[in-house]
């Protein structure tokens, strides 16, 4: 019997990185040609865009922002599993993607891993929120509008709350 080799979970998303990288460095004449039109950019966007969506989304990349709904939501639930908790990419992906699109690539010595920093440093990073928020966030994250993730939350009405990751399982062990 051959054993399947387990592939690590860093591994995986050293692989997707260097995908997503070769996938805009490949496209990146067209996207910035007169060639491409706005229909076309949208697609290589929304593409790229759902690739980064695929990476991991773990705890890590939790900015320790919760709204102050979600947070309140937590501690009067009787049970944590009652409270619906939406993770928001603070930074839209479609708009990761055109910036990614945007690099000077051949100045880059190292595109995956100039992904890989991107991802956990602006565009993997998340705020908790309720599904509700999020759903009024999606307007104020569009291409056109967006113009930081404070401006979106401004304008969505929603405040953000620092919460360690201690303090939120402090939340959760107590509600269990």
Not at 67 to 92: C, R
Request: proline share 3%; hydrophobic share 35%; with cysteine.
């Amino acid at each position: 019997f051959l054993n399947k080799m387990e592939i690590s979970k860093e591994q995986k998303i050293t692989d997707k990185a260097e995908i997503i990288a070769n996938t805009i460095i490949s496209q990146q004449d067209f996207y910035l040609s007169e060639k491409c039109n706005e229909n076309h950019k949208q697609l290589l966007e929304t593409m790229v865009g759902a690739a980064i969506w695929y990476l991991p989304q773990g705890i890590e990349l939790w900015t320790e922002q919760i709204s102050f709904k979600a947070f309140e939501k937590l501690l009067s639930a009787k049970k944590a599993k009652d409270v619906k908790l939406t993770k928001d990419h603070q930074f839209p992906r479609k708009i990761a993607a055109s910036e990614l699109f945007k690099i000077k690539w051949e100045k880059v010595e190292d595109p995956k891993a100039e992904v890989l920093r991107l991802y956990r440093t602006k565009y993997g990073l998340f705020n908790y929120v309720l599904p509700d928020e999020n759903k009024r966030l999606v307007k104020y994250q569009k291409a056109k509008i967006f113009k930081s993730p404070e401006d979106s939350y401004n304008k969505a009405g929603i405040k953000l709350k620092k919460l360690s990751i201690k303090e939120l399982k402090s939340i959760y062990d107590l509600k269990k």
